[in-house]
């Protein structure tokens, strides 16, 4: 399916997602029948490498799926994203570990959980690896996952960072995801207890940020030139303003018809401070895209080329990234100000945006402090060492 075909398909599937985003902020788990749309619609292939059956298409295409779901409804747009940049980071693999995922099924599915907390020790042909992760994203979905952690010596000092490839079969999940926003995402809890992961399965976290992944050998596209600081950390911030743009139209089009019972009555329309509100949020939301979308395009320009990524480029691209989510919150925190009390009640879909966008602001990725200072280092020419960079 190609890009174009994904995008009318989210389209037309987008109301029917948008009527069951209250039932999935409720229940705190996505429907099994609207992964299947999701997994028809191709949008979790759209960064799949051809020789599996993907598009492996222009990232920005994939962005603007993303925010269409999100639009309709937040959780989905989150599971959109997040599962569906993995097929990307494992085409970064040995193929080996891709046709273990794919070579029955082109449509597997892989979570994850990066942070660096489990434990591997060196094994013949591998790892022993042991580990508790929070926060695996869509876990109850998928078949496989992909787990941060620390090689360890023989003093149980860490030694490298990796990320490692572990079937369904080597681990547990635990339902603990009973949160504010983003309820629907089932960001669940996965455990693992000394289970064996063959080396092949295994990727330094330091040869994946200098693009040599062992993938790249036989993904050559364009599409996996590109840094995994970058894609990652876009694709959990445009969930968040994808849910901001959304909630944006559907806060017009009720206000539009509202009749003030206090503050003297008259139309809503007619109040220049809610004038002045829709001003500065539709500002915030278009600014928080066209950051994003310039970063991406400039990326994807230079991965086309084939020529190296500018180490100013990839702090650019995190110092919007983080900014765009700090402007999509912003504009839902005016929007839900102005709303009036109705915007108090659950099921709101005011509140619920407001909800979800601040949920997902608080991914590690879209934390602006620490961003802004590395862009900031190296504009005083200081040196940068980041692992989401």
């Avoid at 993907?54 to 920005?60: C, F, L």
């Amino acid at each position: 399916m190609t890009p174009c075909h994904v995008l009318d398909a989210v389209r037309e599937l987008a109301p029917r997602l948008a009527d069951r985003a209250a039932h999935i902020d409720e229940s705190r788990r996505i429907p099994d029948d609207t992964i299947r749309e999701l997994v028809a619609t191709g949008v979790f292939r759209m960064l799949q490498p051809r020789r599996y059956g993907g598009a492996e298409t222009d990232p920005m295409r994939f962005y603007e799926v993303v925010r269409t779901l999100s639009a309709a409804c937040g959780s989905t747009g989150w599971i959109a994203s997040v599962v569906g940049v993995h097929p990307w980071h494992l085409a970064l693999f040995d193929d080996r570990a891709q046709a273990d995922v794919w070579g029955a099924d082109a449509s597997t599915l892989v979570s994850s959980a990066y942070a660096p907390v489990g434990r591997l020790r060196p094994t013949r042909g591998g790892y022993r690896l042991s580990g508790k992760w929070m926060f695996s994203s869509g876990c109850e979905y998928a078949s496989w996952a992909l787990l941060g952690g620390m090689v360890v010596g023989a003093e149980g000092r860490p030694v490298d960072f990796v990320t490692a490839l572990v079937p369904r079969d080597d681990y547990t999940i635990r339902d603990v995801w009973n949160v504010v926003g983003m309820r629907g995402t089932s960001s669940n809890e996965i455990t693992v207890e000394d289970v064996f992961v063959p080396d092949y399965r295994v990727v330094r976290n330091f040869d994946t940020a200098n693009l040599r992944g062992p993938g790249q050998k036989v993904n050559t596209g364009p599409l996996y030139r590109l840094p995994f600081a970058s894609l990652f950390a876009t694709t959990v911030a445009v969930p968040v303003v994808g849910v901001v743009e959304g909630c944006y139209g559907e806060y017009l089009a009720a206000m539009r018809e509202r009749v003030r019972l206090s503050l003297g009555g008259g139309r809503f329309v007619d109040d220049p401070f809610a004038q002045v509100a829709v001003g500065r949020a539709s500002s915030e939301i278009d600014a928080a895209n066209l950051q994003l979308e310039r970063n991406m395009r400039d990326l994807w320009a230079l991965a086309k080329a084939g020529e190296d990524i500018p180490l100013s480029l990839r702090l650019r691209t995190r110092r919007d990234q983080v900014r765009a989510t700090e402007r999509a919150v912003e504009a839902i925190d005016l929007l839900f100000k102005t709303a009036g009390g109705a915007s108090l009640f659950l099921g709101n879909v005011v509140e619920r945006a407001w909800r979800d966008a601040h949920a997902g602001s608080m991914h590690v990725a879209n934390e602006p402090e620490r961003a802004f200072a590395l862009y900031g280092k190296n504009a005083f020419g200081l040196p940068v060492e980041d692992n989401l960079v």
